[in-house]
């Protein structure tokens, strides 16, 4: 029940007992509820499975920024999205991930590994450093020493693996749930399948769940709610952020998609795509007032396939 001077929710006390933010319960609008408390929506992890993307252990050796070409060692670095901070747009295009590289180099130690024999007392690393000296990996090789000089092959994370400069076989995904959010709650289009960092939760849609109709919903000002209501605020960095932890992605409830038609999967796909052809035209620190009829209408989208009909307005105010 809700009036103009109170709102009254009822839950019964056997509930609450399990309930981990009463917050909830005075935050959210009806909306919230409608949903939650009904089938229209599903845990996350029936739709997807995610998991924190790639932890270097050493981000000033791994992650490597414009003196890449002056370092000799373009041809073994990957594209990354670095910091959700530093993507200020849903689509991340093979010309944003220009800016970041991650040494990866996984296909190219397997491949010393094959060539070479295990000579007594060698250890792998060993094996794969003299391999790369012999076959023109000079410029690699320097950087590896450089870093080794700088200590960089320490620490829990490098030393667990066999080989320090190894990150093995890097995950890459087309949608991007951010850990953290500053100001603005976007999922990224991951659109040059660059590899991300640990800042990122890398998802993996099921087989039944179209990944772009996912996207599209996870960048719902709906889903933007229920990020900011099961979150918490962490301060650092000059100013406050909303943080999300992985299992409390996995608790996110998300209008279930394996029970839209197609029609409705249809308008929110392109919704979603004018949203993002929206962001690309207006190029890089995206406002939302600049984009707002486009987000309305991927909400209207998303509310509809919900049974909510138009309550844009409602969901606008609560984030």
């Known amino acids: 029940m809700r009036t103009d001077k109170y709102r ?47 932890t ?15 370092l000799g060692i373009n041809e073994y670095l990957s ?25 990866d180099v996984h296909e190219l130690v ?62 890459r995904t087309k949608i991007l749930i951010p850990r953290f959010t500053w ?17 990122f939760y890398n998802v993996h849609p099921n087989e039944d769940v179209d990944e772009k109709v996912l996207c599209g919903v996870l960048n719902s000002r709906l889903v933007w709610m229920f990020y900011e209501l099961q979150g918490r605020t962490v301060g650092g960095e000059g100013m406050n952020r909303t943080e999300i932890k992985g299992y409390e992605v996995d608790d996110l409830p998300i209008p279930d998609i394996r029970d839209m038609s ?15 052809d929206r962001h690309k035209e207006i190029g890089t620190e995206v406002d939302l007032g600049e984009c707002q009829k486009e987000r309305d209408k991927l909400d209207r989208a998303v509310l509809n396939a919900c049974g909510l009909g138009d309550r844009v307005d409602e969901i606008r105010r609560a984030v």
């Open 56 to 70: 270097s252990g050493k981000n000033s050796f791994f992650h490597v920024r414009e003196d890449a070409d002056e």
């Open 183 to 199: 100001r603005v709650f976007r999922v990224i289009w991951n659109e040059a399948m660059a590899c991300a960092n640990d800042q």
């Open 110 to 171: 397997q491949e010393a590994l094959e060539e070479t024999s295990v000579e007594f007392g060698e250890s792998d690393e060993a094996r794969v450093k003299n391999w790369l000296r012999e076959n023109e990996h000079e410029e690699l090789l320097e950087y590896i020493e450089w870093g080794e000089d700088r200590d960089m092959h320490t620490g829990s994370t490098c030393e667990a693996r066999d080989i320090w400069f190894d990150l093995g076989e890097l995950d």
């Open 262 to 276: 197609d029609e409705e999967k249809r308008e929110i796909t392109n919704a979603f795509d004018s949203l993002l």
């Open 8 to 54: 009254l929710v009822t839950r019964q006390q056997s509930v609450l007992y399990d309930e981990p933010k009463w917050s909830i319960f005075f935050l959210a609008p009806p909306a919230y509820f409608e949903i939650v408390d009904t089938d229209v929506s599903t845990p996350f992890e029936n739709l997807a499975d995610q998991h924190r993307a790639n």
């Open 79 to 103: 594209p990354l999205a670095k910091a959700s901070g530093q993507i200020d747009r849903i689509p991340f295009t093979t010309s944003d991930a220009e800016e970041w590289g991650i040494l």
